[in-house]
């Protein structure tokens, strides 16, 4: 079993910056595909960004130059930095992992473990 837990959401104004964190426990944890989505109020859970356990990734095209994903296998953490933020991204946001370690589809089905999510409020 996959545990995961988000942290570094906050509140910032429109142009301002944020790094999230995701913490992973769990056996295969840094094997795994992981993934950032996000979901505002009255609207469907989206996908961010996925990353391999190889490293390469896969950007939504609304956060591509904006935000960049990472991971630390050895510490078992993910990141999300966040730059340029715009009233647009505020939402909840929820890491995920992925049984399937080459996966970099950006939708929920295709990912198995879930986080409870942080949220991250930008102002204009």
């Known amino acids: 079993q996959v545990q995961l837990v988000e942290s570094g959401g906050g509140s910032v104004q429109s142009g301002g910056s944020l790094r999230l964190s995701c913490a992973a426990s769990g056996y295969t944890s840094s094997t795994m595909a992981l993934a950032w989505f996000r979901q505002a109020p009255g609207q469907e859970r989206q996908g961010v960004a996925t990353?391999?356990?190889?490293?390469?990734?896969n950007y939504a095209d609304s956060v591509r130059g904006r935000f960049t994903i990472s991971r630390d296998n050895a510490k078992n953490t993910l990141f999300l930095q966040m730059n340029s933020l715009k009233p647009e991204d505020t939402a909840m946001y929820y890491c995920a992992a992925s049984k399937y370690y080459n996966e970099y589809r950006l939708r929920v089905a295709s990912y198995n473990y879930w986080g409870q999510g942080t949220q991250v409020t930008v102002s204009s």
């Open positions: 990353i391999r356990r190889d490293g390469s990734t």
